[in-house]
């Protein structure tokens, strides 16, 4: 058995989990067919059966990567800005940082100011002042993502490094 990428692995998984769904699919497929009262249903090339077995076996490779994939992200780290992360981690900030671009972008997207109309025929015109300065919030926008890009890259790359051992043969 030769070893894997861990980057292969995850797509693998993906794949699998795909693989599942389309056999849970066909089984309700084949499950049932619709025939004249008193005639005998001609037999389906697969039977649910068969496809449970299939279904079945794809699951248990599934959990198998499953384990091997959180192993090698707890087990291997990556360097961002001087600090030793595992994987899972790392992939944990990554996703922190972009949700904090998120929200930074969405404040440096508001005008400093605007005006507000008022309702109901009041002669009051009300403004809405932003309390930060949203140029600041639209430049750390950049700077979160800049970050989330480059520890996404460093995942990436462990990814092609890392091996775990995992027969694919018969996906492959």
Request: glycine content about 4%.
């Amino acid at each position: 058995m030769a070893p894997i990428l861990l980057a292969e692995a995850v797509k693998l998984k993906s794949i699998l989990l795909k693989r599942v769904q389309e056999l849970e699919i066909e089984m309700m497929r084949v499950g049932f067919t619709v025939i004249e009262k008193g005639t005998t249903p001609a037999p389906s090339i697969r039977t649910v059966s068969a496809i449970d077995l299939e279904m079945n076996d794809i699951r248990s490779d599934i959990r198998k990567l499953d384990r091997l994939i959180y192993e090698a992200n707890l087990n291997n780290t990556v360097t961002y800005k001087e600090v030793d992360l595992t994987i899972v981690e790392a992939i944990e900030m990554a996703t922190q940082l972009r949700a904090q671009a998120r929200v930074y972008k969405q404040l440096g997207s508001h005008e400093k100011q605007r005006i507000q109309f008022s309702g109901y025929g009041e002669g009051t015109t009300y403004v809405e002042v932003a309390l930060y300065e949203p140029e600041e919030y639209r430049k750390k926008a950049l700077d979160f993502e800049k970050d989330a890009n480059k520890l996404s890259g460093l995942i990436n790359a462990k990814n092609y490094a890392v091996t775990i051992a995992f027969d694919d043969e018969k996906y492959a």
